[in-house]
């Protein structure tokens, strides 16, 4: 029945000056390319950290204790009001968002996948 199911989950927090995205990829095979655009605030930079094994299957051991880690990615785009960054296959994301606050009338944060 070719179904399309999105395999990101995300949520976000924010304060004055600093946005916290929460992003799963819940697909065991697939890269994600995903854009996070932000509505009230201007980003200034970007840090993302992610845990993600091989495979999904990967745990930590006595004998492997770091086979599954807390990792950064350098490569995070900032571009006017949007951030981009490549999500691993079954990885857990965190992306801080250093950004100054403006006044909008849109909802703050909108994460999208680009396709």
Same mark, same amino acid.
């Given at each position: ?64 204790? /770091?086979? #599954? %880690? !807390?990792?950064? @990615? ?11 960054? $490549? =999500?691993?296959?079954?990885?857990? /994301?965190? #992306? %801080? !968002?250093?950004? @100054? ?11 999208? $996948? =680009?396709?």
């Amino acid at each position: 029945m070719g179904r399309n199911v999105c395999f990101v989950d995300a949520s976000a927090t924010a304060d004055e000056d600093i946005v916290y995205a929460y992003i799963v990829n819940r697909s065991e095979e697939e890269e994600v390319d995903c854009t996070i655009s932000l509505k009230g605030f201007t980003p200034i930079s970007a840090e993302h950290r992610y845990i993600a094994g091989e495979d999904v299957n990967d745990k930590n051991t006595f004998d492997e204790p /770091n086979k #599954v %880690r !807390i990792l950064g @990615n350098k490569d995070v785009r900032v571009s006017g009001c949007k951030i981009r960054l $490549r =999500l691993l296959p079954h990885s857990v /994301n965190i #992306v %801080r !968002i250093n950004a @100054n606050r403006v006044r909008s009338l849109f909802p703050p944060i909108y994460i999208a $996948r =680009l396709f």
